[in-house]
């Protein structure tokens, strides 16, 4: 028997190291591909145009790369969202979808390093694991804070990830800090209160992003003093919208939009597709899910017929998708059950437990100085009525469920008919697209909560002003 498993396991381990230099056969060899990832931010890079920013790493990555405009987590906080990616399903899907829950990885599916280990890759996570799924059996050759992709054979090619920490949400209320941005410059956004707590948590978010933007440079001259630069395929994203409230745990634009860039080096070009562009921008439309087939594309790897993503760049990219999905399930300590669905310009949201306010009292969102402060204010009655909505119970009787839809960029439109016009014809869309997607990314079990349709639906828009 020790024999047969050494045969075996020799056989393995040739095979691999074989698939190292099969690619070169047939063009350039399997390019190396980096990621650098952060917690909680959305796109408030310089890059982005965000002017408040400090950010001239990233920056320049960006100028060597392409801007992906229109990219999302498909949850709004950390483990469901890396659940996502490692599965490249939804999480709806796999029973995953509650906040640090656990359930096994359906029969006959694996995570993408898996593939990747076959296919003769070196794979290291440096460090943050936190999947809502069991790991199929070895899924990393590295996952610890040492990981690097120094620690390969020579030769051979690497996937690596390196997840920064800084900008998590427990680092905006961390104390003491010395401001960098100024609090009186800070860009609050119009659901907050303009009140020195909030500028000063929104200025440290931002000191927060500069630092990580430090730490990402440093891995980037690592690349580049290693001679690698040329070899490397770069993505950086965040996991999921900022760490402040309404943000982080909540499948609005704020939540699940994410800053990604993506830097293909000459010799890879013909893995880019048509709307790849150096300096440029895309406004091609990309979740969390296609991060998997697009990481297996890259490396010449055809994904799984399993796999609900779709591949974004290298030899099967499966082109461009007309929406993006979103949702909330249990956050912490807190139950709730909400979709969304995104065309790049709308948002539709849609929620089956409206007797809840959205700001349900999570413990660690009430550790933000910002949140306790934007509470105070909606029990004492001070704040407008797109501040107050967060925190506002709907009045009178209640449909089973109801939906809201509204702009996901443009926040101080006045509506127009012809844009209420569109807005309907938008709406329409996207509610369908929706039910669509529940009927997909569902578990049989929660089938009979998408029966429960509302008899009245209320659709919203606190961006356009309009009522449908």
């Not at 844009?419 to 669509?436: G, I, K, N, P, Q």
Request: hydrophobic residues 35%.
């Amino acid at each position: 028997m020790t024999d047969r498993r050494l045969i075996l396991g020799s056989t393995t381990a040739y095979l691999a190291l074989l698939s190292v230099f099969a690619f070169a056969a047939d063009g350039p060899a399997k390019p190396n591909i980096l990621w650098l990832t952060c917690e909680d931010i959305g796109p408030h890079l310089g890059c982005y145009g965000d002017k408040y920013a400090d950010t001239p790493n990233l920056d320049r990555l960006a100028a060597k790369g392409t801007i992906y405009l229109h990219a999302w987590s498909n949850a709004p906080v950390c483990a469901p969202a890396r659940t996502a990616i490692i599965s490249g399903m939804y999480p709806t899907s796999t029973g995953s979808q509650h906040m640090r829950s656990m359930a096994p990885m359906p029969e006959g599916t694996r995570m993408y390093p898996q593939f990747l280990c076959e296919a003769g890759y070196y794979c290291t996570n440096n460090s943050k694991e936190d999947y809502n799924l069991e790991k199929p059996g070895k899924v990393w050759d590295d996952s610890s804070g040492k990981a690097h992709w120094n620690n390969r054979r020579e030769g051979q090619p690497f996937f690596a990830i390196f997840n920064f920490t800084v900008t998590h949400e427990s680092q905006i209320r961390k104390r003491p800090h010395e401001l960098v941005h100024d609090p009186a410059k800070a860009p609050v956004p119009a659901y907050h209160p303009d009140t020195p707590e909030v500028r000063r948590d929104w200025a440290q978010y931002y000191d927060n992003i500069t630092t990580m933007d430090k730490q990402a440079g440093q891995r980037l001259r690592e690349l580049e003093e290693a001679g690698l630069a040329d070899e490397t395929i770069v993505f950086f994203y965040g996991d999921h919208g900022s760490g402040m409230p309404r943000s982080k745990r909540f499948p609005y634009h704020s939540g699940l939009h994410v800053p990604l860039l993506v830097c293909i080096p000459a010799k890879y070009q013909a893995l880019a597709p048509g709307d790849y562009r150096a300096g440029g921008t895309t406004d091609r439309l990309v979740g969390f899910v296609d991060f998997a087939p697009t990481v297996l594309s890259l490396a010449g790897i055809e994904p799984p017929s399993y796999i609900e993503g779709r591949a974004f760049l290298g030899r099967y990219d499966a082109g461009a998708q007309p929406y993006l999905f979103g949702f909330r399930g249990r956050m912490d300590e807190r139950y709730d059950t909400i979709r969304s669905v995104t065309d790049g310009r709308y948002v539709y949201l849609h929620n089956y437990m409206p007797h809840l306010p959205y700001g349900q009292h999570v413990r660690y969102m009430f550790d933000t100085p910002t949140t306790r402060v934007w509470k105070e204010l909606h029990d004492q009655g001070k704040l407008t009525a797109q501040q107050d909505h967060f925190w506002r119970m709907m009045p009178g009787t209640l449909p089973l469920a109801y939906s809201v839809c509204f702009l996901a960029h443009e926040a101080h439109l006045s509506p127009s008919p012809k844009d209420c016009s569109s807005h309907r014809v938008a709406f329409s869309a996207l509610r369908t697209s929706d039910h669509e997607a529940e009927a997909s990314h569902c578990q049989q079990r929660n089938f009979h909560i998408l029966q429960a349709h509302p008899t009245i639906v209320v659709v919203e828009s606190h961006r356009l002003g309009c009522f449908l």
